[in-house]
């Protein structure tokens, strides 16, 4: 598998390009804030071809460059649909005292690209695929940071193991804030009960921020993982 990332803007957001062994295309995942340069200089070392621009969620720091990014390359920009309205006003995703920033970064938004898509989850279970650049990610709807929050998992393969890219479910030893407007603490204790915890060990996770961790360090060390956090509340 092919793979590379960075980090940019002022929230050092993750993103990455991924493709498969020795094939043609790539995806970008969350080109957020001043990321369009570094993902324009990563696609064009693996002289491969974008697909699509597939977003975890719509938080401003890791979709500020995903239009930009769609249109030039002339590809779809892959949203949750709970999520696509923070396209066109990321101001209502983030908390009251970030808002004015987020106005004066972007006061028109960043805006729909001309082909933006849903991805297609079945509702009994939050689950769906998206087969795109030579790729199949299973796409997992995993709510609680943002409303249209996603877990895009590539299932293990020749020797690799599996690769999920979390977005901001789930860090190195956190998981993303609930306390803005769109979050919903009740829906990340499920998030992290049925889409989290049943990964596989080998799992390798890939977040939003921070380093890369597996599965079985998180199950053992993130205090967002244990039975006592996880548990239902009044």
Known sequence: MFLTGGASGALQANWYVAG???GAECVVIDPGQDAAAACRAAVAESGRQVAAVLATHGHID???DAARLSDSWGVP??????????????AAAVSPDLAPFVHMLFPDGIGEPSDVREYQIEG?????????????????????????????????????PPVVFTGDVVFAGSIGRTDFPVGDAAAMRR????RVLPLP??????????????????????????????????
Request: charged fraction near 20%; hydrophobic fraction near 40%.
């Open 124 to 160: 009994a279970s939050g689950r769906g695929v998206v087969g795109i650049g030579g790729l199949e990610f299973e796409v997992s709807h995993a709510p609680g940071h943002t409303p249209g929050c996603v877990l895009l998992s590539l299932a293990a393969q020749g020797g690799r």
């Open 191 to 194: 998030s992290l009960r049925d």
């Open 20 to 22: 498969p062994e020795g």
């Open 77 to 90: 920009l892959f949203i949750h649909s709970a999520d696509r309205p923070f396209l066109v006003d990321p």
């Open 62 to 64: 890791h979709v500020a």
């Open 201 to 234: 060990d080998a799992a390798v996770l890939l977040p939003g921020h921070g380093s890369a961790t597996d599965m079985a360090r998180e199950r053992l060390g993130n205090p967002y993982l244990q039975p006592d956090f996880l548990a239902d509340r009044p």
